[in-house]
């Protein structure tokens, strides 16, 4: 057997010995990591809640003040700040979302608790259990001709799924 030959030989047995595994590990690795990236969940209930809130802000069904064909958005008609009016707008068929709106303006405060069993479930949010989302909201509230400068508060609770 030649020095060529020998050479050759044991570059073939390096290859077989560690290069050739090597490879098949790093194949079966990336396969790992590819296949938990696309089997992953993406639990999109944590985008619905601004979506909620920016809906009772601006839409004339909801709370927006709506005069003739013009919609001032964030100004709130205080005749609409009533619980039937927020379960309409929103819609909210589940027991499994709560929302707390606190109109604060002239000294004056107004909470409405939408599907009430969620207004002693605060602790939820602390513990993990639930998708929570709160904003405060400078608006203007206009109450027949006039108008105040005032906050609204926006709460909503939404249960993770089991």
Same mark, same amino acid.
């Given at each position: ?8 030989? @044991? /570059?073939? &047995?390096?290859?077989? +010995?560690?290069?050739?595994?090597? #490879?098949?590990?790093?194949? !079966? ?34 709370l927006a003040l709506h005069e003739g064909e ?8 205080? @005749? /609409?700040? &009533?619980?039937?009016? +927020?379960?309409?707008?929103?819609? #909210?068929?589940?027991?499994? !979302? ?11 405060t107004r909470e409405i608790f939408l599907n ?34 005032g906050y609204l508060d926006l709460t909503v ?6």
């Amino acid at each position: 057997m030649s020095e060529e030959d020998a050479f050759t030989q @044991s /570059k073939d &047995t390096f290859y077989l +010995i560690f290069i050739i595994p090597a #490879i098949f590990v790093i194949i !079966i690795l990336t396969l790992f990591l590819f296949s938990g990236i696309a089997t992953k969940d993406f639990d999109v209930r944590e985008l619905e809640h601004p979506f909620l809130m920016q809906r009772l802000l601006y839409s004339p069904t909801c709370l927006a003040l709506h005069e003739g064909e013009r919609v001032q958005p964030g100004t709130l008609d205080l @005749s /609409k700040f &009533t619980p039937e009016r +927020i379960a309409k707008c929103i819609s #909210i068929r589940e027991n499994e !979302i709560g929302m707390k709106a606190t109109l604060r303006f002239r000294g004056e405060t107004r909470e409405i608790f939408l599907n009430p069993l969620f207004e002693p479930r605060n602790f939820l949010c602390d513990l993990g259990n639930a998708f929570c989302s709160s904003n405060s909201y400078y608006v203007l509230v206009a109450d027949g001709n006039q108008y105040f400068g005032g906050y609204l508060d926006l709460t909503v609770i939404q249960l993770k799924p089991r």
